[in-house]
């Protein structure tokens, strides 16, 4: 019996509404629990000495002064754990050419970048091991510095790693029809350089792992703030030696992630290994210094990209030249070239052209390194392609809406295989227009920015049509060969009282997966969402699962948990028909009571069953099953990912005095399939949209030409805070995937993928009379006063 | 050894209205007392230099940053924390807003979200948005682009506004 969504009136129908979050009354009483809030019995302290070279020869170690302090009970070299923790290559089969030399949990003999971790001190507490770790002395030789991506693979250019040859990590290019025909043939060719910052996520929460292993049991135990606990099981088991079912991950509350907490960071991995040695308790909690050098970084990517258009606006080719630096390692095991692929696999995603040619360039480089952070690629791939849709409009003299309406993928095209072989299933660019211009009145607004510019107020509206990859099967990282799960699952079970417990492998970083789980499950089985306790986060408790990454946790998890929840549905009702001799295709579950199903009749409560089935056993048919568990997992397998799309829009105002764009309101419309609970997505889409406002116009990490990192605070890093930030206006066009019963799509990163574009687009709609272009993120006041002339120093 | 060079304090002070003894390392914050020494884990540390609002406390009636504060500054004072607020009940109108309103994710910002907003409530009326943005600028939460916070400091401020609490 499938479930009728178009009827909202159907009983038990949780899914497409607003229901709490079960998780959040604990959050604002201050009663969460993450991996700082954990003290055990002998717990001690790691803290970490950090090299401050970017490049450098460790050429001797002095522990003496760090182990007199008070409190300090070992003190760790790259050497001392290379004993007991094997080393990891960052790459991905898939990812064909990517090179990475080894890494170590600590550094052995070489140092890569400024923060690399290269001796770790372990104390009775943070503050004694911290004091020793400023007492170790480490002698170093210095190496030549890459910094600069462009001129990384430059003949006179030092090599990083002398054994690869070359700092070239991975390249990439995509070729689709004659772009050079298209390119001399156009009505108009557009070029332009951009630009996007290198980011870091600046979770509120730093990395945090807490570490035992008891050698009693042969058992590894690490409460650990990540997003994959199932793959960082695999990680600490393979890399140190340990049986894969004798290390159990724990990921309770996590104070933020975004893609900072699925990668492999090696004084994780060194906390794990001097659990191993110590064997005892051993917790590390990065510090925000240590958070701004050694998290990962993202986004550092410089572009030339050209638009061929024809005089009606048609698109006839779009060709990028991407470039992007990682730093010394390509991060494990994700690989640090996902970034650049995405930007390859996403430009001109919404739009139907026949040639295409994108070269993606992933180089090393002396700086933090770089992989997967929210949205990854898209922001750069939207900005880059809506940019350019902007600029070619411009110089045809048309709407920037007119030139996308004729361009988009028509709605009833699907499926379709884009330029660069991406596969829609199913996607709703012109409703999802139409909805925006509806939402933000867009003759209205051009009236009030004509009304502004008489006033000398410069308003500016950008538009930003984007797709978003979600659900993604094991083409992302199955098949290069990482142990990373596509597939989730959940296990339902009904318990005596008639509530419900649910078990899944992906995971809860504040998205309201719990709620989403809580919802499905409540309808699947027929009970109310206040009667399903969910659990996630326990690799020895939770059926096997990825977690959450690249927007997956409704789409694939959620999924799992209504097939499960159906399950136990049929199982009750056999039971139900058995007791109450009754047909069980005529019987329902609402509310927590078997009814009959034409007339809702109430037959019989689930506790009722639950006592009959637990304790009276003896009063059931011997051959009934009487499974009240059910366990099912998903994974998609028609489409290598669920596309989904949206557009954004943006407006604000641009003071050419001082540079300083004011952001008066931004829309988004996006199209995630199934909505599962409005008010969560819509939260998702309002934070990611605020992440990528941030990298429109605040976010950028700064290195000097030595490494060295300049703005390693938050006090220097800026980032989105409320006094700044607009309101924002969402809407949906819904889009099921067919893939599922559910049909829901990922929505936590769309609001990222499209704002920056929005901004940038809204910033150049007002500066366009004054001749001026910004293209290089962010767009702080001096960058925009340059563009104006108004700095030419 | 001279107190003035003593590396330990002792301190006595009261935390969310019971009262408290401590000795402390001279160079322990506020907040690390708390949550080390007492096990109030409901503030959190995050920036450790007074710019992200996650460990803001209520120290004799003004929110402090419980990262800025030494323990040994809080001899005599009055803490309260996000615990003390949530059985004193003096803040479940917020409390419930924010979980009505979904006015945060991961939660790792909101019992200082909690504290600071309810230093602007304390001084009555009904705060414009953007007076509300301006108070809470400096609270960092990464997850929910803060119009839902936004929101739920608003809808409390009216409802206290007219049952005439405020």
Avoid at chain 1, 391 to 398: L, R, S
Wanted: with cysteine; proline share 5%.
């Amino acid at each position: 019996m499938s479930i009728a969504f178009g009827n909202p009136d159907r009983p038990n129908s949780y899914i497409g509404k607003t229901v709490p979050r079960p998780n959040a009354e604990k959050l604002v009483q201050g009663r969460g629990r993450y991996v700082d809030d954990i003290t055990l019995p002998r717990m001690v302290h790691v803290a970490f000495v950090r090299s401050q070279l970017a490049h450098a020869r460790i050429t001797g170690i002095d522990t003496e002064a760090a182990k007199a302090v008070k409190g300090v009970l070992r003190v760790f070299t790259g050497p001392d754990l290379a004993e007991v923790c094997t080393p990891w290559v960052g790459v991905l089969a898939h990812l064909k050419g990517l090179k990475s030399p080894p890494q170590h949990a600590l550094a052995v003999d070489r140092a890569c970048w400024v923060g690399e971790p290269v001796v770790a001190v372990v104390a009775t507490t943070r503050a004694a091991a911290e004091e020793a770790a400023t007492l170790v002395e480490v002698d170093y030789d210095p190496l030549p510095v890459v910094t600069d991506t462009m001129t990384a693979l430059d003949p006179d250019t030092p090599l990083i790693h002398p054994d690869l040859g070359d700092n070239l990590a991975f390249q990439r290019l995509h070729e689709e029809g004659d772009v050079d025909a298209a390119l001399a043939d156009a009505h108009r060719v557009v070029s332009a350089r951009f630009r996007t910052a290198r980011h870091t996520g600046v979770t509120l929460e730093p990395r945090s792992i807490l570490v035992d292993w008891n050698p009693a049991e042969g058992q590894m135990t690490a409460w650990h703030a990540t997003q994959a606990p199932h793959m960082m099981q695999t990680v600490l088991a393979t890399h140190l030696d340990i049986p894969e079912s004798r290390v159990r991950v724990i990921c309770g509350d996590v104070g933020g992630s975004y893609g900072i907490k699925v990668h492999v960071y090696p004084d994780e991995v060194a906390t794990a290994a001097i659990a191993r040695v110590m064997a005892r308790p051993v917790k590390f909690i990065a510090d925000r210094l240590e958070s701004f050098t050694s998290d990962i970084h993202a986004r550092d990517h410089e572009i030339e990209a050209r638009i061929a258009v024809a005089e009606d606006g048609k698109i006839l080719a779009i060709d990028v030249d991407d470039w992007t630096g990682i730093g010394p390692y390509s991060v494990y095991p994700r690989t640090s070239a996902i970034e650049g692929n995405q930007v390859v696999n996403l430009c001109g995603g919404p739009y139907d052209f026949a040639n295409y040619r994108a070269q993606t360039t992933v180089v090393f480089q002396n700086k933090a390194p770089t992989c997967q952070y929210r949205a990854v690629g898209h922001p750069i791939a939207v900005a880059i392609t809506e940019g350019l849709v902007d600029m070619a409009a411009a110089a045809i003299g048309m709407d920037p809406v007119e030139i996308r309406r004729r361009n988009m993928y028509a709605d009833d095209a699907y499926p379709v295989t884009s330029p660069a072989k991406m596969r829609f299933e199913g996607l709703s660019h012109h409703a999802s227009m139409n909805k925006l211009m509806e939402m933000i009145d867009y003759d209205a607004l051009r009236a009030d920015q004509a009304e502004a510019r008489k006033q000398g107020k410069h308003r500016g509206i950008g538009i930003a049509s984007f797709i978003e990859l979600t659900n993604p099967s094991p083409f992302m990282y199955g098949i290069g060969g990482a142990r990373i799960s596509a597939q989730d699952g959940c296990t339902v079970r009904m318990d005596p009282d008639g509530s419900v417990v649910a078990l899944s492998g992906v995971t809860e970083q504040g998205q309201g997966t719990e709620a989403m789980l809580s919802q499905v499950v409540a309808e699947g089985v027929g009970v109310t969402p206040d009667k399903v306790r969910v659990i996630t986060g326990d690799t020895q408790v939770t059926p096997y699962g990825g977690g959450t990454w690249a927007s997956r946790g409704a789409g694939i998890g959620g999924e799992a948990a209504l097939q499960a929840a159906r399950a136990l549905r049929e199982s009750i009702l056999a039971v139900a028909a058995s007791m109450l001799q009754a047909d069980a295709g005529k019987l329902d579950i609402r509310a927590g009571q078997v009814v009959d199903a034409d007339s809702g009749e109430e037959r019989m409560p689930l506790e009722e069953l639950g006592r009959i089935v637990y304790f009276r056993g003896d009063t059931l048919p011997k051959d009934l099953p009487r499974e009240l568990v059910q366990t099912r997992h998903f994974i998609t397998m028609d489409y290598p990912f669920a596309f989904t799309n949206g557009v954004q829009a943006s407006y604000l105002e641009v003071d050419t005095d001082t540079g300083v764009v004011t952001l008066l309101k931004h829309w988004c419309v996006e199209d995630c399939g199934r909505v599962i609970n409005p008010q969560l997505v819509d939260e998702q889409i309002r934070g990611g949209i605020v992440q990528g406002l941030g990298g429109a116009l605040y976010e950028e990490i700064h290195y000097d030409e030595d490494g060295q990192l300049l703005n390693g605070s938050m006090a220097d890093y800026l980032v989105p805070m409320a006094g700044e930030m607009p309101d924002m206006q969402i809407g949906h066009v819904e889009t099921p995937t067919g893939e599922s019963e559910l049909g829901a799509k990922g929505a936590g990163e769309a609001g990222t993928a499209g704002a920056p574009a929005a901004v940038m687009n809204a910033i150049n709609d007002a500066l366009r009379p004054m001749g001026a272009q910004v293209t290089e993120m962010p767009f702080t006041p001096e960058r925009i006063l340059r563009a104006l002339g108004k700095i030419d120093d | 050894m001279t107190a003035a060079f003593s590396d330990k304090v002792d301190i006595e002070l009261t935390v969310n209205g019971e009262p408290v003894e401590g000795r402390v390392p001279a160079g322990q914050h506020l907040v690390d007392f708390l949550r080390q020494t007492l096990g109030l884990t409901g503030a959190h540390a995050s920036c450790e230099h007074g710019v992200c609002g996650a460990c803001t406390l209520r120290v004799d009636g003004q929110a402090v940053r419980g990262c800025l504060m030494l323990a040994a500054q809080a001899d005599g004072a009055e803490v309260w924390t996000v615990e003390g607020l949530t059985e004193q009940g003096s803040s479940r109108d917020l409390q419930q807003a924010f979980v009505a309103r979904n006015a945060l994710q991961c939660g790792f910002c909101t019992p200082g979200m909690i504290v600071a907003a309810e230093d602007l409530l304390a001084r009555g009326g009904v705060p414009s948005r953007a007076e509300i943005r301006e108070h809470l600028s400096g609270n960092y939460c990464r997850c929910t682009g803060y119009e839902a916070i936004v929101d739920a400091v608003e809808d409390v401020a009216q409802a206290r506004a007219g049952k005439g609490t405020a």
